[in-house]
Structures are given as C-alpha cells and as structure tokens.
C-alpha cells in the first residue's frame, strides 16, 4: 500500500520534470507549493525497539494512541535511526549529518559540553530552520546533546548554555542527558527548574565508589533504594537520587531533583503550556520522552498495563504521553500537524539495574523480527518505528517498505515548507517528501546504520553489509534473510568490495 493522497496534476508533472532534470535531492515539491503545516511535531521515544507495541506486533505491549496514529497516517516497516545510539541519532536528526562527520559525538555524560552548531553560524540546524520559516520552535524532553562551552566545570547554578535556545529553539525544557545520570534536574531556557540558591548543586563523573563524604550511594544507604533501583553494574553505582542509583555524583539541589515516576507527566505538561503559550502560531516541537530508557520507574497508574514487566509498562507510560501531547494539540488549535513518531535506537533490556525485566523479556524479542539491539550493527539496533501523520495530506492506515532514516526528517521538512538549505548544510539528508508525505516508492538506495562501537552496517538495497573497518566483514540479503543469519561474504567477494569501497566514499564526503 502507499501512503499519501493522489498528487495533484501539475504537481506530478513538474516532479517528473525535476527527476528528469537529473534533480536528485532537490525538494519534492519545488518552491514551498504544498501548504505548510501549521505544527510539525517530532516525539523521539527513547531505546523503544520495532517489535516493543502493538502498532508493529507485540500485543502484550498495549498501546492505543500509537495504534491510533498509524490508522490516521503512515507505518513505515523500514526506517531507521542514524545510528543504535542516543547521542549520535539526536545530533544527526538535528542536523541532518551523519554524526561520524562531527569528533566527539558519542554517548555523552551529563557534564558534557555542546556538541551541536550554533544557531547563525555555517551550519542550519533544523530547529533554526524552522524558525526561520515562521515556526515557534521547543525543544522537550531529553536532551543528552551537551551543554556549556569550554574547558571550566558547568556551572549548574545560574545560567547554562549554550544549549538548546542557542542552537534554534525558542523554548526549552530539558533533561541534561539521561534519567540515569545525574544532574537529575529539569532546566527551563537554562535555568534549572525549582533549585534552592542555599542548596547548590554539585556534580562529578570521576569514577570513585564515594566523591563526597556522607554521599549516598548503594554502598553506604543500600535501604534507600526502591527495588527496581540496584544497579547491576559499577556504571550506574554511584549517587542514590529519588531511590535509584545513578551514573555519577550529585549533591545539593535536592528541591530541584525531579521525581521519576513524574517525568512522563511533567514533561506533557510542559509542552501544553507552551502550546497554550503560541496562542495558535505555527510550532515545531522536538517532544523526547524518556520512556522506555532505563532506569524504568513508570507512574504506579500503569503497572500491570502490559504483560512484560516494568519495561512493558514503561511503554504503556510513552504511550500515554503520545495521547497526552495529541489530546493538548487539538485543544490548542492544532489540528494540521505533521507528526513524527519514532525512536532513537533499537531496544536494550538488561542495562544497568536489577529490574526484573531480563526475567519478564525472556524469549520475546524486542526487535521482533530482527537480530541485534541498542549498540550493535545488526538491523535490530537502527530499524526503529516510525510512523508519520497529517490529516488530508497522508493517505490513513497505510503502511510504506520505503527505506527512510531519521536523517531526512530535516530536507524533507525544508521541502515541505519551502525553506532554502546553505551549502555545507544537512550533507547526509534527502528531501523524501514524495516518500515520507506522498507515498512515492522507493526511498533511500543506501544507509549507513552507525554502531555504537564496533563494527558498522550499511544498507545498499537488498543488500546489508557489517563492516568493521580492519578487512572483516558479513554480508546478508535481507530481501530472502532479514534475520541476518546466513553470511554470503565469502560468495559475494566483489559485492563486498564494492559495497566496503562505496561506504568509504560516503564517509570521506562523496
């Protein structure tokens, strides 16, 4: 099936013209000729897997308000994340770069600086476009992107930046990084939200079992923590906030310390209000849940909601903020949007605390039906949901095998609304509007699918080659394997060299 309305005449035409023209990569709709949609929304679920809901099979993962917005819009079987990490895929969705292009994007921790370019400088970012083009633009949620400037400590305690306003968006309310490290604080336009000036906070990621004396950690108040809140590892064995232990010291700030099982609620309402607050201007909304990422301590009203443990409920409690945020749209006058929802990387079970969901997981794949997860190369790790709606533009309860990456969200919304790209901007994005929005055939000829670490995978059609840069290499044809079981390098020599030299093309730039 497609997914979009029939194009218009004159618009068929004039894209045949282009793509006779030889204009790959220009816009899809030349000149902002399709109407603008008056919010663009993208929800970014976090280590959410293709096979974790409903919508895309797992039906012991209930989750009603995704099922409703694939009926309405689009579900794409073949669309991934830039890599099957959170903090490359965020800085590549946000730019439109492969993250490999840029040092230092990897997995940060909550003291780290900007990794992002600045807004005005040679490089557009997305949410800077967007304003450009008249949208009131907010980033909500987790951030994990980097914060301050500089060699000197962050200073939690007046005003941190640059960060997200200094980048493109107009409003912000952020998690630094991830819900398991600290500073397990909110900040609204930098400033951290609720924080007591005779309290300050402090933080530290020097790996030491104790930083502080009296400092609370697994070891010296083991009572404190809830019983989904051990860590399993030395990583997430540090600082007890809220009654799990995290990666990384903290002291001070205890009133501005967020409390888990509130996260998912806070951050719904953060961005009602700043929906009421645009007063019917056009918005784009960058919306990161921190749901199903760990630690997992979903609100005690959706316990038992699924049938696989607190990581199923996690994804009952990210499900519930999707029909939050939808239900604050239509409130506020916002019922032309372009929603995205999608996730940052495939699915990840047991990391970090002993939370029983390794034990509820047993036998069910989270990547359902492919091989790999969070970290690695395999398809598992990238091939994320992703589903996409707009009311009289996409065509509803369609589903698209076009292979998309989160990397085109930024030349494709510049399509949409007729926005001009710089020169030496979003290299790694093409405009897929006709696939995305209209529900063309097709989509990308190749992707790469970064890794965390290790070795790498590239798509080049059918083909899936994993690489590791040092001469080895695995070879699968996901059009007859797409478990990724059966290795053809070695009857496929050429085609891996092919493939090996054409994935080196890609990262030198060409």
């Known amino acids: 099936m497609s997914c979009g309305l029939e194009r218009r005449e004159f ?12 204009a790959a990569g220009a816009p899809a709709i030349a000149g902002g000729l399709r109407r603008k949609p008056k919010a663009v929304v993208v929800f970014y679920a976090d280590d959410l897997g293709y096979g974790d809901t409903s919508t895309y099979g797992q039906k012991r993962v209930p989750c009603p308000n995704l099922d409703r917005l694939a009926a309405e819009g689009c579900r794409f079987t073949d669309a ?18 492969y993250s490999f292009r840029r040092p230092g994007t990897t997995i940060l921790d909550g003291d780290a600086k900007l990794i992002l370019p600045l807004a005005g400088g040679a490089k557009l970012t997305l949410p800077e476009m967007m304003r450009r083009a008249g949208y009131r633009t907010a980033a909500i949620g987790k951030w994990h992107l980097g914060l301050g400037a500089g060699g000197a400590p962050t200073d939690w305690n007046g005003k941190v930046g640059p960060g997200p306003n200094e980048v493109g968006f107009d409003h912000s309310f952020i998690m630094a990084a991830t819900a398991d490290r600290v500073p ?14 005779a309290d300050p906070i402090e933080i530290s990621y020097e790996n030491v079992p104790e930083k502080w004396p009296g400092e609370e950690t697994p070891r010296t108040a083991s ?29 001070g700030g205890k009133s501005a310390c967020w409390r888990d099982q509130e996260i998912s609620d806070t ?55 999707l029909g939050q945020l939808r239900s604050s749209l239509k409130k506020h006058g916002y019922g032309d949007t372009l929603f995205i929802f999608t996730s940052d990387n495939g699915p990840y079970i047991p990391d970090g605390y002993e939370d029983g969901a390794p034990e509820a997981w047993a036998g069910v794949n989270p990547a359902h039906p492919f091989r790999g997860g969070k970290y690695g190369p395999y398809e598992g790790g990238t091939r994320v ?7 009289r533009e996409i065509k509803p309860g369609t589903v698209s095998d076009a292979l998309v990456s989160q990397t085109d969200i930024a030349r494709t919304l510049a399509g949409i609304i007729g926005a001009t790209v710089p020169e030496g901007s979003m290299t790694d994005s093409l405009d897929l509007g006709d696939v995305i929005v209209d529900g063309a055939k097709g989509g990308r000829a190749e992707l790469v699918e970064e890794p965390g670490w290790g070795p790498g995978g590239f798509r080049y ?14 070879l699968y044809d996901l059009a007859d394997d797409i478990a990724e079981t059966r290795d053809l390098a070695k009857d496929k020599p050429e085609l891996v060299a092919k493939m090996i030299k054409r994935l080196a093309e890609i990262k030198s730039g060409k």
């Open 11 to 22: 618009l068929a035409g004039l894209a045949a013209a282009l793509a006779s023209a030889g």
């Open 385 to 391: 949901p992703f589903v996409v709606s707009w009311p």
């Open 80 to 97: 991934h994340s830039p890599t099957s990490v959170c903090t490359p895929s965020r800085y590549s969705l946000l730019t439109g770069d």
């Open 267 to 321: 951050l719904c309402r953060e961005a009602d209000g700043f929906l009421e607050s645009s007063g019917g201007r056009p918005v784009f909304l960058y919306f990161c849940t921190s749901d199903v990422h760990v630690p997992r301590d979903p609100h005690m009203r959706f316990r038992g909601k699924s049938d696989l443990g607190i990581r199923g409920d996690a994804a009952v409690e990210m499900d519930d903020a």
């Open 184 to 197: 397990c604080v909110f900040l609204r336009n930098g400033r951290v939200v609720g924080l007591d000036p």
């Open 223 to 251: 009572a404190l923590l809830k019983e989904w809140g051990r860590p399993s590892d030395s990583q997430h064995d540090k600082t007890i906030i809220d009654g799990i232990s995290r990666i990384g010291h903290m002291r």
């Open 461 to 474: 059609g059918k083909w899936k080659l994993v690489a590791d840069g040092k001469g080895n290499a695995q």
